[in-house]
């Protein structure tokens, strides 16, 4: 009991007379009928024990059984409110820590990126995984589709490198933006053409939308200046 915190909240009666609220930081307050802060002072819990002393001086204990806070030869029971209050705190903050492991996961992505740990970029794939290059119009699927269209950028700006500018996670969802850049060393084959290597450095802005499930990527969404990234290419 002391180490979940489950005690914070309202303990009742059955008949509501004794509303009997136990606050974050060792304070209580207890309400009795029509009369509100009844009583007030201080607790600590100790396991399943609890010891009281009131602001006026006196002191008492109780104990917690099964859910029900046995108090002064009282009977209490915790209010449904209170424990959809907590319900509902324990949901928020496993969703909130769902959401912080998404968001590591793809800024280890891009720091994979920027020292070519291949091993690290294909370990976020997923026989689901779905990775759709938009300019391109082209999807890979399986448990290679993170880590192929990376290789064949390697193959093409072999020092290529993100700066992530932004990074938001909503949910399941995380969306990357930023510039990349890199040198054109290999072939580069595009719906608009065949560039040969051209010893370019190029910079381009890029948009990358994600969608993760156990810690692996099982939708992303690609998206980058192809226009921009094609004139750098090609006129110089």
Known sequence: MEETKEYIGTWVTADGYIRHELL???????????????YQGNYRVTGNHIDYRDDTGFTADGEFRDNVLYHAGMVLHKSILTILLFAVSLQLSAQTSSETRNAQTIRKLYEA??????NYIKS??????????????????????????????????????????????????????????GTQKGVFSSPAGVIQPTGVL????????????DGKIIRADSYFDFYGLWKQLTLK
């Open 24 to 38: 974050p930081g060792n304070r209580y307050d207890e309400a009795r009928g029509k009369r509100k802060s009844a």
């Open 113 to 118: 990126v920027n020292t070519k740990d291949l």
């Open 124 to 181: 976020l794939g997923d026989e689901k995984s779905e990775w759709l290059d938009v300019p391109f119009n082209i999807t890979s699927k399986g448990e290679n589709a993170i880590i192929d269209p990376w290789k064949s950028w390697f193959d093409i700006f072999p020092d290529a490198r993100c700066e992530v500018k932004s990074l938001v996670n909503i949910g399941d969802y995380v969306i990357a933006q930023g510039v990349g850049t």
């Open 202 to 213: 190029m910079t381009v802005n890029f948009c990358d939308i994600y969608r993760l499930k």
